[in-house]
């Protein structure tokens, strides 16, 4: 009976190692995927930033949608999360809503991104000078001042005319 031991236990070995293979295939697999989901959520935001980056583009919604994420997606990066912070505080200042206020914001909003694409592992690849170049055409700054302009005017002649008024009209009954 001593000699047929050592089978006995590679027939238990063996028994739970193809009955565990797939519970642990399942976990890895849970595990790879979690990842990955959280490195494209980070870098959704990353690519959101980058390409809302203009001074002009930096109040629409899918911008500070991205800011307000920032928190929530990079909780394992303290160095990226200090500088949203530090940025956020600088937001909220309106003691820096001036020339060289503006310059400092813009300043710590691109250390911030440097140092997202640093977490995200493009290294050298992506460095402050990439994140500061920026391009923004004069024809699109004219046509977006224009608009504002547009929708300033029109505001203005609704408030002073006190709106638009609409007369509902009811057609006259079809003869049967």
């Known amino acids: 009976m001593n000699a047929n031991y050592p089978e006995a236990t590679m027939l238990v070995v063996n028994v739970l190692a193809l009955a565990m293979s797939p519970l642990v295939a399942v976990l890895v697999s ?21 390409s ?3 001074p002009a583009m930096t109040m629409t919604h899918e911008h500070v949608r991205a800011l307000n994420m920032i928190d929530f997606s990079f909780p394992d990066c303290p160095s990226v999360r200090q500088l949203w912070h530090e940025y956020f505080d600088m937001l909220s200042n309106e003691g820096l809503n001036n020339p060289v206020g ?25 460095t402050h000078l990439d994140v500061d170049r920026v391009y923004y055409p004069v024809g699109l700054g004219a046509q977006s001042q224009r608009s504002d302009e547009i929708a300033a005017e029109v505001l203005r002649v609704l408030k002073a005319s006190g709106g638009v008024q609409f007369t509902p009209h009811n057609p006259p009954a079809a003869a049967v």
């Open 102 to 126: 503006w310059g400092q914001r813009q300043k710590k909003k691109l250390e911030m991104t440097a140092e997202m694409a640093k977490v995200l592992d493009y290294g050298s690849a992506i």
């Open 30 to 50: 849970m595990y790879l995927q979690s990842r990955r989901d959280k490195r494209s959520q980070k870098l959704s935001i990353f690519n959101t930033l980058m």
């Open 52 to 54: 809302t980056r203009a």
